[in-house]
C-alpha cells in the first residue's frame, strides 16, 4: 500500500482505448493516479499503447484491472491510499 498526499486521480474513459482519454485531456488533468478497467486478453487491444505512453509522459502511476486486479483508493481529504487485489 502506498500512501501519498492526495492528487488528481483520473478513471480512464473507454477501457484506455486510443481515443477515450487524448493527449490533450490527460495534460489538462495531469493525474497522479490512473485506473484502466479492462478485461485480459480482451480481443480490442485495451488499454491502447499510445495511451499508456502519453500517461506515463505526464507522471500517472496506473493500475489496471487486467493487472492489478481491483484497486482500492481511500482518501482522508489529504492523504490517498492505493491498494489492489493481486
Do not use: C, W
Amino acid at each position: 500500500m502506498q500512501v501519498e498526499s492526495l492528487r488528481d486521480v483520473l478513471k480512464v474513459g473507454h477501457h484506455g482505448s486510443a481515443y477515450g482519454s487524448t493527449a490533450a485531456f490527460i495534460s489538462a488533468v495531469h493525474p497522479a493516479y490512473a485506473i484502466i478497467s479492462v478485461g485480459r486478453h480482451n480481443l480490442f487491444g485495451h488499454p491502447a499503447i499510445s495511451t499508456l505512453e502519453t500517461l506515463q509522459r505526464f507522471g500517472a502511476r496506473v493500475y489496471r484491472t487486467d493487472e492489478n486486479g481491483a484497486a482500492t483508493l481511500v482518501t482522508d481529504g489529504v492523504e490517498i491510499s492505493v491498494s489492489t487485489m493481486l
